[in-house]
């Protein structure tokens, strides 16, 4: 059984950093992307990336990108994102996710396609 474990986040002040990892034990290509939620609002997707390329094949939201970086440790099998220069609105639980995938194509960032999701770790903004 494939199992995602997201850990890193925590509480940070407005114009600080974190970053979260995701532990992936799956083996195959896949697609991985990171998600998030806040209370009321629906799970939008923020970066996405593939297993096989993940230096090139990225797609970030517009609201994260320039800010946040995701990358793959392929050694490791570990997911990164690196959240810079956060805001109050970036506030939310951030889920890892994956399906599998052999091509490497770009990874789509629309939650219905991911099979395989975190428990998620909360990220709080605040002064």
């Known amino acids: 059984e494939v199992q995602l474990v997201e850990s890193g986040g925590g509480l940070v002040q407005p114009g600080g950093s974190l970053r979260l990892s995701c532990t992936i034990s799956e083996k195959d290509r896949y697609c991985m992307a990171w998600f998030r939620q806040a209370p009321g609002k629906e799970r939008e997707g923020i970066a996405s990336?593939?297993?096989?390329?993940?230096?090139?094949?990225?797609t970030y939201a517009s609201s994260v990108k320039g800010r946040f970086i995701i990358s793959h440790d392929n050694a490791e099998n570990i997911l990164y994102l690196q959240m810079n220069n956060l805001k109050p609105e970036d506030a939310a639980m951030y889920y890892c996710a994956t399906f599998p995938r052999s091509y490497t194509s770009y990874c789509p960032m629309t939650q219905d396609r991911y099979t395989r999701w975190g428990r998620g770790t909360q990220v709080t903004v605040s002064s």
């Open positions: 990336t593939h297993s096989a390329d993940s230096t090139n094949r990225i």
